[in-house]
């Protein structure tokens, strides 16, 4: 374990960084689809249908329907089905039961590249509960005399077939509709079709394969604004009570304060504030809650409310207050007969309303997807067109064990804004390819879109995890195979980006390079007017800035959000799973992780290298370590001093033209993960094990303990670092304050005569003299410190009321 956390050689690190590919990107159709045209790439094509990705070559197999198929002589009925059989390749549909005229209506796509025959067979047959399948008759096609359907065309038409015999030498009773085509990948069919890639594939894992694209949930917020109660009867009469209100909409639970006095008619005007997702499933149920004792709550009304009964509000206008009547806790369950008799009720007074002009955060901020607010009524028009060609893998990790060996069964998911897409599942292949393009409208460039590679574990076929990287848990999770994320405001307009991103996971053994993705990545403009207009506008919508939400409230929001997501792309078909939706919003982002605040240090130090830099060859030039260069300084100096209106288009023109060198040697490909950066290459195995432990911690006592101490360790010098920090500011306090009456009144007195001699002295003469005191050779300087900083260091801190 301990080698993988040594440097990584050059050549590891040549591995980690982005690769430029030239892929054949576009359409080249065959001969332009001519029936029996001589071949199938005696010609090429070109069309801009798919141009992202390579096009691959499927043959078609539309099975419809048969009729008029004959019976069996022993049972007189007919349990048909079809079977399509190109070489080694055998797919076949459902069976129907004692049906003559049965309906499939089954696409088979057979892939070109594994094509084996030039005779494609599709068979008839009568399903038998003992022994062998009754042969109905079959239908024989010459590859070679297959037509070609280019899209947009209509899809081909089907026909009806005489079925032939076992050796083809005459016709049977029976006839079978087909569609025979070649096509690509682009093909409408081609998603729900039968892949003869995944022909190993049976059951439920069938579903589990194919390509699907999902949409998030509409998801608002809902603020529940609790002003005051009426009438709060508490179960013993003989005390007044201490009220609270608990709200809950679904699994989110949230509570007011404990109203600050004791009455039947307490006031709160707290906000609390949820999320919900449409369609509209749980209610809001608010409970009226006497604190009875430190541990025990006792219920003294509650209500339940449909969501769909609050008002939607698109701004900042303040929505109706409404009273509600609280059932009296268990009254009208036991005896509903006696709820007419009740002459008053507690009652509640709420303001509630969704919140359409927020947006709905349900991933970092850091990486953002999606800033438009729910209502779409306050949607701009999108700003531009990303177009994503996802085209394959190279060099997967096997990911579990397939009948004794390592096998890696991938597919990718690509996240941006509320639209998710998986690609189909390539069973069983490290170098996957999909060549799928997708698209999405563009609303802001500044926004992330998030492309994560996974090992599908439910194909039916008892795998189990293992080898490169498989995620604790079993079968029943996706293994994560690596991430991608790419900014769009790094991107150039109408440019096909075409490169191979490493896909890198951070084990407990170290950081481990799981294989490559390639992709093609295009974002075209449609008003660089709006652009340009939003890089002045805020990154969310109004309503964050106008009544902004707290950090905590947000962090809360979030995972919430998370969760909605994740439970409602869990029931599509095929599921999206909990643990990608996870992956892909990065719902662990904000746990401790020594190697992450160690990376995020240091980028800190980075931005400061500059200043330091500066202020080093600022100190040489006042020590004149290089005469010539403080010599031009004072030069540069003077001549400021002496005109001074040029010091502000000096320091812009000094950026402008940095800004066009930098031009020359700006980044011609997109940002990827950073090793380096992220501080993964020398990172101790310990404290790799702290990242992965769970929350609370399952790890040894002794373990945690060291832990600890070592936190403690880092606390303490952060701790020492934030007290000089206070000292340095409660020196500059005591300036004026007389804690030190002595020293205070020293500063005073300087302050008088030094106002007196910048009022006489003119700015440019005052000006001229500091800074060619600051410059002075090194011959007039003293090696001990300035009268002002030993003056600042003798005043008093508040360190010494410290215990």
Not at 249 to 262: E, N
Not at 395 to 416: E, S, W
Not at 446 to 465: M, S, Y
């Amino acid at each position: 374990m301990h080698q993988n956390n040594q440097q990584p050689n050059p050549n590891n690190q040549e591995d980690f960084k982005l690769k430029d590919t030239n892929p054949r990107l576009g359409e080249r159709w065959p001969n332009g689809g001519v029936r029996g045209g001589g071949g199938w790439m005696s010609g090429d094509k070109i069309t801009s249908t798919y141009d992202l990705v390579e096009q691959m070559y499927y043959l078609y197999v539309r099975v419809v329907k048969a009729k008029d198929l004959p019976t069996s002589a022993i049972t007189g009925s007919c349990d048909p089905y079809t079977e399509v059989k190109l070489g080694n390749y055998k797919g076949t549909t459902r069976h129907f039961e004692k049906k003559t005229n049965p309906e499939w209506n089954q696409v088979f796509a057979f892939s070109k590249e594994r094509i084996q025959s030039s005779m494609l067979e599709v068979f008839v047959k009568d399903k038998e509960m003992v022994g062998r399948d009754d042969y109905l008759g079959k239908v024989t096609f010459d590859l070679n005399e297959v037509p070609t359907r280019v899209p947009p065309d209509s899809p081909l038409a089907p026909q009806w077939y005489r079925l032939e015999d076992r050796r083809g030498e005459g016709k049977v009773r029976g006839e079978i509709m087909l569609a025979v085509w070649m096509g690509t990948q682009a093909d409408e069919a081609f998603p729900e079709a039968w892949n003869s890639d995944a022909a190993t594939v049976h059951g439920e894992g069938v579903f589990n394969i194919r390509s699907k694209v999902y949409v998030s949930p509409k998801l608002w917020y809902l603020r529940v604004n609790v002003i005051e109660a009426q009438d709060v009867q508490p179960n013993d009469r003989s005390r007044l009570p201490e009220v609270f209100v608990k709200a809950q909409v679904g699994s989110q639970i949230l509570k007011t304060k404990i109203c600050p006095t004791r009455t039947t008619n307490p006031l709160w005007n707290e906000d609390l504030v949820f999320v919900a997702a449409e369609p509209f499933e749980e209610q809001l149920v608010l409970t009226v809650e006497d604190r009875v004792h430190q541990s025990k709550d006792e219920v003294v009304g509650k209500i339940s409310l449909p969501l769909n009964l609050f008002e939607k509000r698109l701004d900042h206008r303040p929505v109706h207050t409404r009273w509600f009547n609280l059932e009296k806790f268990g009254f009208g369950v036991l005896e509903g007969d006696k709820r007419k008799e009740l002459k008053f009720s507690s009652r509640i007074h709420l303001r509630v309303c969704l919140e359409g002009a927020y947006h709905v955060l349900d991933e970092s901020t850091m990486y953002i997807s999606d800033q438009r607010p729910t209502a779409r009524q306050l949607w701009k028009q999108p700003i531009g067109i990303l177009e994503v060609g996802i085209l394959s893998a190279q060099g997967l990790l096997p990911m579990k064990m397939k009948d004794g060996r390592g096998a890696t069964d991938a597919y990718c998911v690509a996240k941006y804004g509320q639209k998710w897409v998986r690609t189909r599942t390539i069973i069983d292949s490290s170098s996957p390819k999909w060549n799928e393009q997708y698209t999405w409208e563009v609303y802001d460039p500044c926004t992330v879109i998030t492309l994560g590679v996974f090992d599908n574990c439910h194909l039916g076929g008892g795998e189990r995890p293992g080898g490169g990287g498989g995620v604790a848990g079993g079968s029943a999770r996706d293994s994560r195979i690596g991430k991608v994320r790419i900014r769009l405001s790094t991107l150039e307009t109408d440019r096909i980006y075409t490169h191979s991103y490493p896909l890198l996971v951070l084990h407990p053994s170290g950081v481990k390079k799981m294989g490559e993705l390639q992709l093609a990545v295009r974002f075209t403009c449609l008003s660089l007017a709006n652009m340009i207009y939003l890089y002045g506008h805020p990154l969310l919508p109004k309503m964050h800035y106008l009544h902004p939400f707290t950090v905590n409230q947000l962090d809360s929001l979030r995972y919430q959000a998370m969760n909605i997501v994740a439970v409602r792309l869990g029931r599509a078909e095929p599921p999206l799973r909990k643990e990608v939706v996870e992956y892909m919003l990065d719902v662990d982002s904000h746990m401790w992780s020594m190697r992450r605040s160690k990376a995020n240090f240091f980028r800190i130090m980075s931005l400061l290298s500059g200043m330091i830099s500066v202020s080093r060859w600022f100190d040489d030039v006042c020590h004149w370590k290089n005469p010539i260069t403080s010599v031009l300084v004072h030069v540069l100096f003077l001549i400021l001093i002496w005109y001074p209106e040029l010091i502000l288009p000096t320091i812009f023109l000094y950026m402008f033209l940095i800004g066009l060198w930098n031009y020359r040697f700006r980044p011609r490909h997109p940002p990827h993960m950073d090793t380096r950066l992220s501080w993964a290459e020398a990172v101790h195995p310990d404290e790799l094990d702290e990242e992965f432990d769970t929350f609370p911690t399952s790890k040894p006592q002794d373990i945690v303990r060291m832990r600890y101490d070592r936190l403690r360790s880092v606390a303490g010098r952060i701790q020492t670092v934030v007290g000089d920090m206070a000292t340095q500011g409660e020196r500059f306090q005591s300036l004026l304050s007389w804690r030190d009456p002595r020293a205070t009144s020293l500063f005073i007195v300087f302050c008088l005569c030094a106002a007196v001699v910048l009022y006489v002295t003119p700015f440019r003469a005052l000006a001229l003299v500091t800074g060619l005191y600051m410059l002075r050779h090194p011959r007039f300087r003293s090696k001990m410190p300035s009268v002002p900083s030993n003056f600042f260091k003798r005043l008093p801190a508040r360190t010494d009321g410290m215990l």
